[in-house]
């Protein structure tokens, strides 16, 4: 990481010390951050309520992460491990298990 790059910061509220420690660096080394944040809840919420186009779409600052060869942090955690148990696996597979 360097000076002006681009640093995406990705994470679910479980790991807020481990987000903010990121953020942190990631400020100290001048880079440009995007920072976004979920939770257990939301995630369940869009599998369970979703309809199939909200599911399909694809964000299109994860394109520009891949295209400008940016950072991109992802730090994910579960405080319950059986959280998505009721939901179709089906859902899941399409967009990309999260």
Not at 2 to 24: C, E, F, M, Q, S
Request: proline share 3%; charged share 20%.
């Amino acid at each position: 990481m360097k000076p002006g790059h681009w640093v995406g910061i990705l994470g679910d509220v479980a790991t807020l010390p481990a987000l903010r420690a990121v953020y942190h660096e990631v400020l100290n080394m001048a880079a440009i951050r995007l920072f976004l944040i979920s939770d257990e809840w939301m995630a369940r919420t869009f599998l369970r309520e979703a309809n199939d186009d909200q599911i399909a779409w694809l964000d299109p600052t994860q394109g520009l992460f891949t295209y400008e060869k940016a950072i991109l942090y992802r730090i994910g955690s579960s405080n319950n491990t059986r959280a998505m148990t009721n939901i179709d696996a089906k859902r899941t597979k399409k967009c990309g298990g999260s």
